[in-house]
């Protein structure tokens, strides 16, 4: 099958109105009145943020999701997506109809539709890129620029799940039960970015961020791009029990560099409560510090880095 039959049969399915079938040049974005439009874009490669064995739903999720949690972070909900993709010359019409399967269920979830395209044909490995738009009333857009001091640090959902996931593909020794063991590797496959949480977050947060390269590394750009210094407080940090049982007494230090967490961290008035976990401060100063039971830590090594 061509790519025009590849685009007819397993994408066209998802065309969001506006799309025209995906027969077309270009698609036409309805605006949403009173709202700004937010656009993200993010890719995911074979052997780098997923596993050619990964099933193809999962990728497709993992894919689209890696997006939504960037536009969660800026207090935006998820509306139209665009997927490029480089396919191996191996790609099955399984594989594909998974992975359009995949999409569906996320579209479903999330409310988003398919606006449009490209695909091609790859030596390399398999490589997914997806630009996401969403939607944040007009000026509520929440920076990674605005922590103060005095703000408290909070974060979405668990850490360092992700990583866990990861490592047991890694044949990290372990004696998992088998329940802990899939807990976390469905967490590195599909992440749960808190995409609901984005209309409580912008009317809160003074600045946020997205947690894809580690805690420790991405709470470093917010306060850079801040002028402030973070401080984590170590036994704060929720760790869930299957991580722990993984990584015993390193889970603190690893997970805050693993990655891949596609959760939520921000800053915000001090005292707050809701889905989501003070774990630290906001001072004058510069960098990010990690303390435990107020013992400064020497800072894990710097998260995740493609070069
Ligand atoms: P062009 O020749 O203008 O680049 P294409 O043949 O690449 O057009 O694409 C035809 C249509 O199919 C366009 O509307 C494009 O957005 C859409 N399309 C192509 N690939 C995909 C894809 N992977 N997912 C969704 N839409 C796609
Ligand atoms: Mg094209």
Redesign the pocket.
Known sequence: MD??GI?AKY?AP??GEG??G??????LLAHRPGHDLVVTTDSITEGVDFFGFDPSPSIARKALRVNFSDLAAKGAVPAYY????SLPHTVTPDWLAGFAQGLAEDQKEFGVT??????GATDGPLSIAVTAFGFVPSGKMVRRSGARAGDHVYVTGSIGDSGGGLAIFRRENHSLSDADRDSLIARYRVPEPPVTFASMLRDIAHASIDVSDGLIADLGHVASASGVRIVVEGERVPLSAPLRALWGDNTLQRAVTAGDDYQIAFTAPPGLTGPFTPIGRVEAGQGVGLTLNGVELALPSRGYRHF
């Open positions: 790519e025009f685009i994408f998802l065309a799309a025209f995906l027969k077309d040049d270009a698609a665009l997927l490029n993709l398919l606006m449009g395209g490209d695909t």
